[in-house]
């Protein structure tokens, strides 16, 4: 099985940008009153952010990365490693990290680059960073992620546009063998379920042609083209179900982890209220120790879990004292993570309300 456990890295701060565009849930005319009351009562989602034709997730990610920099009292040539968790990057080419350490004018000698993950990038991208720093090669670094999958979605499919919502965060980390946080990890990939979530459309398997932009009644009031993020919910429902409290059984086995007496809080992808609640009971998690964030932005893919951090544990996490947080996400792929953090203060900035800029063409 796949497990990874990682020291010496500390986690010194969060932050986390949203488009200040606000889609509130009930604005949705193409559902009756009732059924719209029932999908908030599911799902728990009441309101999401979507980013503009012109924000990128690149553009939240900078906005939070600024503001962390900033509070933190970072010099930007001291960050010598950058990684980049998204599926939703500016170009196919160049790898949207280079473009990030332009934007936030870190040194030439800084390492970038991109993973292509979605709803479980937070984690991966974690276990990546922290494990590179891990040998003291690196001493600052920056892992950003986030999404702005409604650029994907059609506004006359229900199953995606009610659910996702668009956001980027960042976590700082920074060598410290004498201090480190501990970082424990268990990993799961299973590609056999592709076409459960996936856009059929636009990567070089099958290029964008006429065709791709030909709307298809899908049945049940659901139209889209072929451009458009397709998402079975049942079967990532059944999936998730089944094997998300199957990881964190599995991880706290393999570290020895007390879930009772070891675990102060659990934070898990913000899919839905219906799986939050399914897996957190599977799962053995109590209430009190969990926190959800997809009220106020839906499922806001890999950015979900800091995202919540920020939000609804911003007190908690200011504060000093070891807390032990557990944590477990699912992606498309399908691709699954689940970690044990056990951090000490960690600076969680101001949520950041990024504005719409008509004149953004960057770089070009």
């Not at 999401?48 to 933190?72: P, Y």
């Not at 546009?161 to 410290?176: Q, R």
Request: net charge negative.
């Amino acid at each position: 099985m796949s497990f990874l456990s990682i020291k010496n890295i500390k986690l010194v701060g969060l932050s986390a940008g949203v488009p200040e565009n606000i889609i509130e849930t009930d604005a949705y005319n193409l559902m009756t009153p009732e059924q719209i009351e029932h999908f908030i009562e599911s799902t728990g989602v009441e309101r999401r952010r979507r980013a503009t034709a012109n924000q990128c997730t690149s553009d939240l990610c900078v906005a939070a990365a600024e503001k962390l920099i900033e509070d933190l009292g970072w010099e930007k040539q001291d960050i010598d490693l950058l990684v980049f968790a998204s599926h939703t990057g500016d170009y196919k080419l160049p790898s949207t990290s280079c473009i990030l350490q332009n934007r936030l004018s870190l040194p030439t000698e800084c390492m970038a680059f991109d993973i292509n993950h979605g709803c479980s990038g937070f984690l991966y991208g974690l276990s990546i960073i922290a494990n590179l720093m891990s040998t003291g090669n690196f001493h600052k670094g920056l892992l950003l992620v986030g999404n702005t999958q409604s650029k994907n979605v059609s506004y006359e499919d229900k199953s995606t546009y009610m659910i996702f919502g668009d956001a980027g965060a960042v976590a700082a980390l920074e060598y410290a063998p004498a201090d480190g946080d501990s970082f424990d990890f268990h990993f799961m990939t299973d590609g056999s379920q592709l076409e459960s979530v996936y856009v059929p459309h636009g990567g070089y398997r099958h290029p964008i042609t006429p065709d791709s932009f030909v709307v298809e009644d899908c049945g049940d009031g659901i139209k889209r083209n072929k451009t458009n993020l397709i998402m079975d919910g049942m079967d990532v429902f059944a999936f998730a179900n089944k094997h998300l409290p199957k990881s964190v059984k599995a991880l706290v086995e393999h570290f020895n982890i007390d879930k009772d007496k070891d675990v102060d809080y659990f934070v898990m992808h913000q899919a839905n209220k219906f799986l939050c609640d399914k897996v957190m009971k599977k799962s053995g998690m109590p209430a009190e120790k969990s926190f959800f964030s997809y009220k106020n932005f839906g499922n806001s893919s890999g950015a979900s879990i800091p995202l919540t951090m920020v939000t609804e544990m911003k007190d908690i996490l200011n504060q000093e004292g070891r807390k032990n947080i557990l944590s477990t996400a699912i992606g498309g792929g399908f691709s699954l993570a689940s970690a044990m953090i056990k951090v000490g203060k960690v600076h969680c900035s101001d949520l950041v309300i990024v504005k719409d800029d008509p004149q953004n063409n960057w770089p070009g």
